[in-house]
């Protein structure tokens, strides 16, 4: 946890330097994590115009992006393979639409969106009862779809059961893929 503070730390000292040394160029950082995973985060800056995609997609892997879609200049949207969208705080089927709508304006389609939830969300149904916010986002993204997914966070949390690993996410596979 204490890598993750300090990495969070860093940036805003990156983007700093970033921002004095480079005036007209933007900025794609790689992060090779400690567990062999690698973490591709792209800064976008208003005044210095949109992510350069450049070398990133042209690689063998996939390329995510995770945000909003707005940070993307058009003509760089083809180049990533799935974005992420910002719905993890979304907390109804409203927002979330309106996010889906909002990312396929800016032209992306959605074969290549995900909608976001977080195990520790909120989510309100139509008449604002509370609602399980996995499976009524694992819903929407049926609802709103074709789409690419679901993306998950903190998905830690649903390790350890008595009756078994992994139950929340076993069974939101089972109700994307009927």
């Keep these: 946890m204490s890598s993750i503070f ?17 005036d007209n160029l933007n900025a794609q950082c790689i992060f ?10 792209l800064f976008p800056f208003q005044h210095l115009g949109y992510v350069l995609l ?4 042209g690689s063998d892997g996939v390329l995510a992006f995770e945000g909003n879609p707005a ?15 910002a719905s993890e705080t979304a907390e109804n089927a409203y927002t979330l639409r309106n996010i889906v709508l909002d990312a396929q304006d800016w032209g992306v389609a959605k074969e290549k969106m995900l909608l976001a939830a977080d195990f520790n969300g ?18 929407q993204t049926v609802i709103l779809g074709p789409m690419a997914g679901l993306a998950l966070y903190n998905i830690e949390s649903d390790y350890y059961h008595s009756d078994g ?8 596979i089972s109700r994307l893929n009927p």
């Design 54 to 57: 450049g070398a990133a997609a």
């Design 71 to 85: 940070f993307i200049a058009q003509e760089d949207l083809e180049k990533i393979d799935l974005f992420v969208l």
């Design 6 to 22: 300090s990495l969070s730390l860093a940036i805003p000292l990156l983007l700093l330097n970033f921002i004095q040394v480079f």
């Design 32 to 41: 090779n994590l400690a567990d062999g995973f690698q973490r591709h985060i």
């Design 165 to 172: 690993d992994w139950l929340t996410v076993r069974s939101l």
């Design 122 to 139: 909120a989510f309100y149904d139509s008449e604002n009862a509370s609602a399980d916010v996995l499976t009524s986002i694992a819903d």
